[in-house]
C-alpha cells in the first residue's frame, strides 16, 4: 500500500508538525525534508521522526532503524560483546554472507571521537552504533539507501572555526540537496513505469521535457501514483508526436 501523500499536504504537515512542539527538528523546512524522504522510501511521513534525525544540517538514519531495516530484510547479528569499552558483533545476510566489526575506545580515540559529549555520556551506544553502521555498509548496503547514521554524523567535524560563520548557509544547501535527491527518486520511478510500456530512454527524456516535469514536482509524483492520470498524459505526448 502507497504512502505517498501530495507534497502541499506534506508542507502542511511539517508545519504544524514544528508547531506542536513535539517535532525533534528545528524548523518546518528540515521537517519537510524528513517527510520528502520518508516519502521517497514509501513511508508514511509522519513516521519520519522516528527513523531520522537532522544532524548539523544532514539528514541521518538512527541507528536502531538501521539495524531493523538489516533484521527485517533478513540480517542477523549476534552481539560477542558490547559494553563501554567495546563492541563486537557479527553480522550476517543472505545477499551480503558475514562479517565482524569490533569498535572499541582505542579506535574510538585514534579517530578523535573521544573528546566529544555523545562519547563520554554514552560511550556503549556509541561503539554499538558505529558497529553497526559499518557492518551493514559493508554486507548489505541497501538498508542505508547511502545514508549515513546519526551516530557517524554527530562526529562530523564541520565546525571548524573557517565554517563557523557558514553553518546557516550549509544547512539551506543540505535541505536543497536533500529535496532534489527525492525529486530524482520520483524521476527514476516515472522512469521505470515508462520503461515497462516500452518508452527508450530517448522519449522517457522528451516526456519529461515536454511536461517540465523537474519544475512541477506535484505532476511528477502525480503520474506515479494515478495510474488514469499518466495515461491520459502518455495519450496526450504519443498523439502529439
Not at 572499541?104 to 554499538?128: C, F, S
Not at 546557516?168 to 516515472?190: A, G, P, R
Request: net charge negative; charged share 25%.
Amino acid at each position: 500500500m502507497s504512502n505517498i501523500i501530495p507534497i502541499d499536504q506534506v508542507r502542511i504537515m511539517a508545519n504544524d508538525a514544528t508547531k506542536s512542539g513535539m517535532c525533534p527538528v528545528k524548523t518546518k523546512e528540515q521537517a519537510f525534508t524528513l517527510m520528502l524522504i520518508a516519502q521517497s522510501e514509501n513511508i508514511h511521513p509522519m513516521s519520519a521522526f522516528m527513523k531520522y534525525d537532522i544532524i548539523q544540517g544532514k539528514p541521518a538514519l538512527k541507528s536502531t532503524e538501521i539495524l531493523s531495516r538489516f533484521q527485517q530484510s533478513g540480517g542477523k547479528v549476534e552481539w560477542i560483546e558490547t559494553n563501554d569499552e567495546k563492541a563486537v558483533g557479527k553480522f550476517s545476510h543472505p545477499q551480503g554472507g558475514s562479517i565482524t566489526i569490533e569498535w572499541n575506545i582505542e579506535r574510538a580515540a585514534k579517530a578523535q571521537l573521544t573528546n566529544k559529549d555523545n562519547w563520554k555520556k554514552h560511550p556503549a551506544q556509541m561503539l554499538r552504533a558505529r558497529t553497526v553502521s559499518e557492518a551493514v555498509r559493508a554486507i548489505y548496503p541497501a538498508c542505508l539507501n547511502s545514508m549515513y547514521a546519526s551516530e557517524e554524523v554527530m562526529d562530523f567535524d564541520v565546525n571548524k572555526p573557517e565554517d563557523v560563520d557558514k553553518t546557516e548557509i550549509i544547512e539551506e544547501v543540505e535541505v536543497v540537496q536533500s529535496e532534489e535527491t527525492v525529486i530524482n527518486d520520483f524521476k527514476k520511478k516515472l522512469a521505470r513505469k515508462l520503461t515497462n510500456f516500452g518508452y527508450t530512454s530517448a522519449m522517457i527524456k522528451d516526456f519529461a521535457e515536454v511536461n517540465n516535469l523537474s519544475e512541477n514536482v506535484e505532476l511528477l509524483e502525480a503520474l506515479i501514483n494515478d495510474e488514469e492520470k499518466l495515461n491520459i498524459y502518455l495519450g496526450e505526448f504519443e498523439n502529439g508526436n
